[in-house]
C-alpha cells in the first residue's frame, strides 16, 4: 500500500512546546496544531476512504522551497539544479515531526512503524512539502 500526497504553501516545522507562566500549562503553539491539521485535511482529500498501514513503513519527505527574491540568476538557476540546498528554518528534524505527528493514528497505526525514512529541502517554484508512505 502506497500513500502519496502534497501540502500547498510554506514548510512549517514543529514548534515546541509553550508554558503559561500563569497557570503552568503546557500546551502545543497554534501554529502548529493549524499545521498538523492542515497535513491530515490534505491526506483525507487524496484518501477519504484510507486504511491505517499496519507493517513496516518507508516514508519520503521532500520539503521544497521558494527560491528567494532578489537571487541573481546564476544562483536561481544552481538552486533549482540542486547544487545550492536550502540551510534556513525550518529545521529537517521538525519537518519530520510535524508530519509524522499529523499522520499518526491516520495513515498508519503507530510512528514506531516506521523503520526507513528520507528526507530532502530543496528548492523550487513553490513552497510545498511532497510525502510518501509507503509498506513494504
Do not use: H
Not at 40 to 48: E, I, T, V
Not at 96 to 115: E, G, R, Y
Amino acid at each position: 500500500m502506497i500513500y502519496e500526497f502534497e501540502i500547498l504553501g510554506p514548510v512549517i516545522g514543529k514548534g515546541r512546546p509553550r508554558v503559561n507562566t500563569y497557570t503552568n500549562i503546557v500546551y502545543t503553539p497554534t501554529k502548529t496544531k493549524e499545521y498538523e491539521s492542515l497535513i491530515q485535511q490534505y491526506f483525507l482529500l487524496k484518501y477519504p476512504r484510507y486504511i491505517p498501514i499496519e507493517k513496516r513503513i518507508y516514508i519520503e519527505i521532500v520539503a521544497q522551497f521558494k527560491v528567494p527574491k532578489g537571487t541573481s540568476k546564476a544562483n536561481t538557476e544552481k538552486m533549482l539544479n540542486g547544487e545550492i540546498s536550502p540551510t534556513k528554518k525550518p529545521d529537517i528534524d521538525n519537518i519530520v515531526k510535524i508530519i509524522l505527528d499529523a499522520l499518526n493514528k491516520l495513515a498508519f497505526k503507530d510512528d514506531n512503524q516506521i523503520t526507513k525514512l528520507s528526507i530532502d529541502k530543496i528548492y523550487g517554484k513553490e513552497d510545498k512539502v511532497y510525502v510518501k508512505i509507503e509498506e513494504y
